[in-house]
Nanobody, 117 residues
Framework: QVQLVESGGGLVQPGGSLRLSCAAS????????MAWYRQAPGKERELVAS????????HYTDSVKGRFTFSRDNAKNTVYLQMNSLKPEDTAVYYC??????????WGQGTQVTVSS
């Protein structure tokens, strides 16, 4: 059974940084796409960043471009989201997501990120 385990959330002041981690139970190359989503209170879940695992291409939503960086350690089966210059509007539960080429969709449990002074 596929498991995605996130860590690294917390409370940070505006302008601060956090790094989220998502450890997969198997090779990340078992998945076609890996992504980070977030959901703020009262809002729909939105895609933050995603990558096709067989490439080095990464997509970012406009609001995080230049501030967030998606990276991965293939040997550790782990993907990361480095978040810099955090803003209060980045406050949300962040979820790791993995999709296979045959349409299976997996989610982590979520990790809370709160940006507040």
């Amino acid at each position: 059974q596929v498991q995605l385990v996130e860590s690294g959330g917390g409370l940070v002041q505006p302008g601060g940084s956090l790094r989220l981690s998502c450890a997969a139970s198997g090779s990340i190359f078992n998945f076609y796409v890996m992504a980070w989503y977030r959901q703020a209170p009262g809002k729909e879940r939105e895609l933050v960043a995603s990558t096709i695992t067989s490439t080095t291409l990464t997509h970012y939503t406009d609001s995080v471009k230049g501030r967030f960086t998606f990276s991965r350690d293939n040997a550790k089966n782990t993907v990361y989201l480095q978040m810099n210059s955090l803003k209060p509007e980045d406050t949300a539960v962040y979820y790791c997501n993995a999709k296979t080429s045959n349409g299976a969709d997996y989610w982590g449990q979520g990790t809370q990120v709160t940006v507040s002074s």
